[in-house]
């Protein structure tokens, strides 16, 4: 039939023999208890036999398909960490993470004067007496808490590693990569993970995103805006893993998805929508999980293309219309970059460090990405997700949420990025930490504080206390209330105030600063807002920056482009369930007609329409 396809290297879950006869090799979750094997991602990945037995199988299948027609690369193992123990805490992890701390630290003086071990008696006297975070008396050291984060990340990495080469001396002509969840879910550095893959991979399921993020409220869904937000931060992000080239979606959803609740069947174009949304945000290839619907097993209600009697399912006659039309794409269009003009800063180690330690409990790095992402993206100026120490000068805007550790290469990456003209808009808990998990010893915003001009004199979590802020100059509207943090800021001689906060101690005190450093400026958001006004101040300030939407949509209609030399592809995505007008700024070329478009057009529900220039 012309199928070709990858295999998949079938590490998780293993046969119930291998816990059986190495009951070592099952899960210890952060409670000290082993997890109970049936079902997936229960066993350790340090595990000396589990690794052996799946680099073994992954070779023996190797050997299998090398030369099979059809057979064009694999997928190494399947959503790493992606479980509900995505951390390991047994005693080989411990032998494991003692290891690599010694051949990150060298001695044992060095580890204790990083971590500050002398505070509660914790100085060590040998790396065997090291332990994992396991519940305590106490909170752990933060700063083993982020190490042992790190470790876990690695130990999943070297996991595949391994099996990675296997299949390059059995099968060179084959490409190998593995799949996972980006962005939202930040159990594993997915820039290491990827690093030595041929590409990344990832999954794309809206319809059970939307019923995962309902905030905790079982029986209800997430807002459509909200899905869209977060499928898209998702995507962005899948292409950032290696420095923005293009990803394939390994699993797409084809229906009702879930397991043991589901979503519901999407709507008439849905398929179709999400399909081209994987297309606008930088994937290359889509391949759709799954073709037959299950009767049996925990996925037995994670519907595919054929429904459990075999016959086509709602959304049949919708996947081949796709299908049909990706296939007349051109390949320029699937392997061009897209055009991204502004960047945040997402990295691991701040994500981890701050869920460590919150300092407010509904303070979360997630919500932080999500609350500044929205506004970038509406932009249509192109969001990239990056670690922010590396070569930025390709981005007109820069955006650091919640940056709570700054190393000294992102901070020199930020200095000349700014120096040559960027716009650099960091968010509050700015450069708190160092890459030890140690707060600074120097005024906040540590690093940056010559950067941004100004001073953290203090800050305050945001409780019950009322707190508010009063904005001027570029900013000014109504007053608005700041929710969750406060960073109080000092203004240097040459940095201009454009909020100030009105209640109680902090009366008069600089909220949101802008300082011109070099050729550029750097804008600090001190004061927590929600999302409505955080959506207004940052598309004020993208505009100071000449960042305005080039074609005029309704709120929900997404407008992304890609590009290659000097050619264009502009996907115009409608994720509402009404028509909507869109306004072009020129002219364009429907595709794939290639029909002269120009002025107004009006877009049907769920409805997408590529243009080309």
């Known amino acids: 039939h012309g199928i070709s396809d990858p295999r998949g290297a079938p590490s998780p879950p293993p046969p119930a023999g291998l816990t059986q006869t190495s009951p070592e090799s099952l899960i210890v979750n952060h409670k000290g208890n082993n997890l109970i094997p049936g079902s997936r991602r229960f066993t350790c990945p340090t595990n000396a036999t589990y690794r052996r037995l799946s680099t073994n199988i992954a070779a023996h299948m190797a050997k299998e398909f090398a030369s099979t027609p059809g057979v064009i690369g694999w997928q190494i193992d399947n ?26 630290y060298g001695t044992l003086k ?35 808490a982020l190490d042992y984060r790190r470790y876990q990340s690695y130990a999943n990495a070297t996991f595949l590693k391994e099996q990675l080469a296997v299949l390059r001396h059995l099968c060179p002509n084959h490409f190998v990569t593995t799949n996972n969840v980006g962005g939202l879910v930040d159990n594993i550095d997915l820039r290491q993970l990827y690093r030595h893959l041929d590409f990344a991979s990832g ?9 995962m993020a309902n905030g905790g409220h079982p029986g209800t869904s997430a807002p459509a805006s909200a899905v869209t937000t977060m499928v898209n931060f998702s995507l962005d992000y899948m292409r950032g893993v290696k420095n923005g080239e293009p990803f394939f979606v390994m699993e797409e959803q084809t229906g009702k998805s879930g397991q043991p609740t589901f979503c519901p069947q999407p709507e008439p174009g849905q398929l179709r929508l999400w399909s081209y949304q994987t297309i606008a945000h930088g994937a ?18 994670w519907h595919g293309i054929l429904q459990h009697d075999r016959q086509p399912s709602p959304g049949f006659d919708e996947i081949k219309q796709t299908i049909r039309e990706l296939k007349t794409l051109d390949e320029d269009a699937l392997h061009a970059p897209c055009d991204s003009r502004l960047a945040i800063c997402y990295d691991s180690d701040s994500d981890w460090a701050l869920d460590i330690q919150p300092c407010q409990p509904q303070l979360k790095y997630a919500g932080q990405m999500l609350d500044w992402y929205a506004p970038l993206s509406a932009s249509q100026a192109g969001v990239d997700l990056v670690d922010g120490s590396g070569d930025l000068s390709r981005y007109k805007v820069l955006c650091a949420p919640a940056m709570y550790i700054v190393s000294p290469q992102q901070a ?22 160092d890459p030890y998990s140690r707060i600074v010893r120097t005024p906040l915003p540590g690093l940056l504080r010559d950067v941004m001009g100004v001073e ?38 040459n940095t201009k105030v454009l909020a100030t906060y009105l ?33 207004r101040v940052l598309t004020t300030l993208l505009a100071s920056a000449d960042i305005r939407p080039h074609i005029k949509a309704a709120p929900g209609v997404e407008v992304t482009t890609r590009g290659s030399g000097s050619k264009r592809w502009t996907y115009i995505l409608n994720h509402t369930s ?4 869109v306004h072009l700024n020129g002219s364009y070329h429907s595709w794939p007609k290639g029909d002269s478009v120009s002025g107004s057009i009006h877009l049907p529900p769920y409805d997408v329409q590529v243009l080309t220039r």
């Open 79 to 104: 959503e790493l960490t992606l479980g509900s123990t995505p951390r390991c805490y047994c005693n080989y992890c411990r032998a494991g993470f003692q290891r690599w701390l010694q051949q990150k």
């Open 110 to 144: 060095n580890l204790n004067e990083k971590w500050g071990t002398v505070f509660w008696s914790n100085t060590y006297t040998d790396f065997s007496q090291i332990p994992v975070p396991l519940p305590s008396g106490a909170p752990p050291n933060p700063a083993l």
């Open 203 to 211: 999954d794309n399921y809206p319809g059970f995103t939307a019923i």
């Open 284 to 301: 290359f290839g889509i391949q759709y999980f799954r073709w037959n619907t299950t009767t049996f097993g925990a996925e037995e209600y």
């Open 412 to 433: 020199e990456a930020i200095r000349s990025f700014v120096k040559q003209g960027g716009t650099f808009i960091a968010g509050f808990r700015l450069g708190v930490k």
């Open 456 to 493: 953290v004199t203090d800050y305050e979590p945001i409780y019950s206390q009322p707190q508010s802020v009063s904005f001027a100059h570029s900013l000014v509207g109504p007053n608005a209330k700041c929710n969750i943090w406060a960073d109080i800021l000092k203004p240097g001689a």
């Open 503 to 535: 209640d109680r101690q902090y009366k008069g005190k600089a909220a949101i600063t802008s300082h011109a450093y070099g050729k550029g400026r750097a804008i600090y958001l001190g004061a927590g807002l929600d999302s409505h006004e955080m959506t």
């Open 578 to 581: 009404d028509t909507q007008p």
